[in-house]
């Protein structure tokens, strides 16, 4: 419990786009938990080595790598990342000109794989970086995770660090080019839904009455662009028609 070790996938800004959990595959394709997870005394060198135990294996540090789906990533030489050495470099095994792994591949956050870093960092440290450390448990391989959140992937939490809830003057300051991106394309559509919600309540009205009426309110402008089109669509295909002649 003391000498816990939380291992995630970081993109350059910081952002963990992937917390590494028990289950979580190595590039050796064996799971964290099969890896040296509990320290007596937490190394004093950097970066803190986290070997396989797997007979045979030649892992000698966890290395977090990514998945398109269920199938690993290809490298640029179109091998899979299974294709290639599960040491450094990670040469490909397949016989091609290969010297080591490096993809193409895209995460979710916008960045490619090989600008990510795989991070192995004690309680300390990963408070240091203003991150999530959870509450202390006896199970020596939950690596980053520290809560259900954790299972999600880095930019679906829109709060980076996670720790605690946010205040109400977080909540509530205006979105600036600071925030999440989802939060400033969409920041212009909740403002005009909060101020259509304001119109349509009147006095005496519940919430659920309010939101009925803002919800019909919605699917009558509907009906009515859905109407207008219809009838733009028919004078267009009438005056396409030729006129008979008499």
């Known amino acids: 419990m003391k000498n816990r070790l939380f291992v995630s ?9 992937k917390q590494v959990g028990p289950e979580t595959l190595c590039f050796c394709k064996h799971r964290y938990k099969q890896h040296k997870t509990d320290f007596v005394e ?8 986290v070997p396989c135990r797997v007979s045979g294996c030649r892992c000698s540090n ?6 398109n789906g269920t199938q690993p990533i290809r490298c640029t030489c179109k091998h899979f990342a299974d294709d290639h050495s599960e040491s450094k470099p990670y040469k490909c095994l397949k016989g091609c000109s290969c010297k080591k792994f490096w993809s193409a591949f895209t995460c979710s956050c916008g960045n490619p794989a090989h600008s990510h870093k795989t991070i192995i960092e004690t309680k300390s440290e990963r408070e240091a ?19 259900f959140s954790s299972l999600a992937e880095g930019y679906m939490r829109l709060d980076d660090s996670g720790i605690g809830a946010p205040s109400r003057e977080f909540l509530e300051k205006p979105i600036g080019p600071e925030d999440h991106p989802f939060l400033r394309a969409h920041s212009d559509m909740a403002q005009l839904s909060l ?21 019909e309110k919605r699917y009558q402008e ?25």
């Open 222 to 246: 509907r009906l009515k662009a859905e109407r207008s089109q219809a009838r733009a669509r028919t004078q267009a295909k009438s005056k396409s028609l030729p006129s008979k002649k008499r």
């Open 195 to 215: 101020e259509e919600m304001k119109d349509i309540q009147k006095p005496g009205m519940t919430k659920e009455e309010a939101d009925m009426a803002y919800f």
């Open 9 to 17: 996938w970081t993109e350059p800004r910081g952002m963990d786009c």
């Open 42 to 49: 937490i190394p004093s060198t950097r970066p803190i080595l």
């Open 129 to 147: 970086r203003g991150h999530p450390v959870g509450h202390d448990v006896p199970y020596a391989a939950m690596g980053g995770l520290t809560g």
């Open 62 to 67: 966890y290395h977090y790598v990514p998945r």
